[in-house]
């Protein structure tokens, strides 16, 4: 079964700074990542996806992460954070084993980005 | 292009009752998947609809349970209510195919046991 672990749940840091929300995933097969974000009261939105191709996805608002096969990791990183950033990261693998499987999200990690 | 619909927005329920919770679509896509997001938790799998029929279920008992319209619109029905299933309900859509399109998030059915 697929898993997501985010290990930090909270990130803070200062405006312009670069950040970074860590990712790692387990799967059987190949990982399909995924990145949303959630604003308070909100549903989660898209920011960015890895299928296969290249290791470093380009998203919204700037985001981009880092596929590591060695390390089953996907961070999302930033490199100038801005205080509109601030909000709740949620990081989700689907295995493509066969068919279609439900994409499963980590626990989320709260970015706090100070002015 | 309408986005994801979910409602009610918000609702209070007591001890032993039902709920039913809807959902339409984003415009063009066929499958339907609900998630339970407790407070402070990551949203938690219950089932996905695919030409009306559950697909997928996660680990949710059988109190839990759904259905899809022909027009791809969907229901969650959650029976006997117990305070833990206070949570936010979210509904995503997306295509069947391909499997490696994301979902589409509506903005939640927050839901209140007392």
């Known amino acids: 079964a697929q898993s997501v672990a985010q290990p930090e749940d909270q990130v803070n840091v200062a405006e312009g700074n670069p950040l970074t929300v860590k990712c790692t995933y387990s799967?059987?097969?190949?990982?399909?990542l995924f990145w949303y974000v959630q604003y308070p009261n909100r549903g989660l939105q898209f920011l960015l996806k890895?299928?296969?191709?290249?290791?470093l996805v380009k998203g919204s608002y700037g985001f981009e992460a880092e596929f590591n096969k060695s390390q089953t990791s996907f961070h999302l990183k930033k490199p100038s954070a801005l205080v509109s950033d601030s909000a709740l990261y949620f990081c989700?693998?689907?295995?493509?084993?066969?068919?279609?499987?439900?994409?499963?999200f980590g626990k989320g990690t709260r970015l706090s980005v100070i002015a | 292009d309408a986005g994801v619909t979910q409602s009610p927005t918000h609702l209070i329920k007591t001890r032993g009752q039902q709920v039913t919770l809807r959902c339409s679509p984003k415009?063009?896509?066929?499958?339907v998947s609900w998630y339970q997001q407790a407070l402070g938790q990551g949203p938690q799998f219950i089932f996905q609809?695919?030409?009306?029929?559950?697909?997928q279920r996660g680990n949710f008992p059988d109190r839990f349970s759904g259905h899809q319209f022909p027009n791809y619109s969907s229901e969650l029905n959650v029976n006997a209510l117990l305070l833990g299933d206070s949570a936010l309900y979210l509904c995503?859509?997306?295509?069947?195919?391909?499997?490696?399109?994301?979902?589409?998030f509506g903005e939640g059915s927050r839901l209140t046991v007392l």
């Open positions: 995503a859509s997306s295509l069947r195919a391909p499997n490696t399109g994301e979902l589409f």
């Open positions: 799967v059987s097969g190949n990982p399909y």
């Open positions: 890895y299928i296969t191709g290249d290791n």
């Open positions: 989700a693998v689907r295995d493509y084993v066969s068919g279609n499987t439900p994409l499963v």
């Open positions: 415009s063009g896509h066929d499958t």
């Open positions: 609809y695919y030409e009306e029929e559950e697909r």
